[in-house]
């Protein structure tokens, strides 16, 4: 019983790692947009269509930011699906029908990608080829 014990221990502990580095993440993905001149309206927002990890604006456009920390950009882009880009979409835009200030705006799916040693990369409608508009 004692494995059945640690093991769960290892588990809980790994995940609350895991849960603080994304925060971390987030953090430094916002201040890399604020620097870029976007304002950052939400944090790990939930919404039953998904959770979007940054919601931010600049101008017209309100950016649906999925933050993704990898080796490289090209497995930061492949680390977010199809489907999980579309429910990122559809949670962008009934956050934004939500509230009558954002519903004027144009919303997109961003990425910005992080890896151990490298600047920021920010991505502004990173999957804007897998859209039919």
Avoid: C
Wanted: charged content about 30%.
């Amino acid at each position: 019983m004692a494995g059945k014990a640690e093991r769960l221990a290892a588990r809980r502990t790994r995940g609350a790692a895991a849960r603080l580095s994304g925060r971390r993440q987030e953090i430094v993905a916002a201040v890399w947009l604020m620097l870029k001149g976007y304002r950052i309206l939400g944090f790990r927002l939930r919404t039953v269509e998904g959770e979007i990890d940054l919601l931010a604006q600049r101008g017209a456009v309100l950016a649906v930011v999925e933050v993704k920390s990898r080796t490289t950009l090209e497995a930061a882009l492949e680390a977010v699906g199809a489907n999980q880009r579309d429910r990122l979409r559809r949670a962008g835009r009934s956050l934004a029908a939500r509230k009558p200030d954002l519903m004027r705006l144009n919303v997109r799916l961003d990425l910005v990608a992080l890896a151990p040693g490298r600047w920021p990369r920010h991505i502004p409608d990173a999957w804007r080829d897998d859209v039919a508009r």
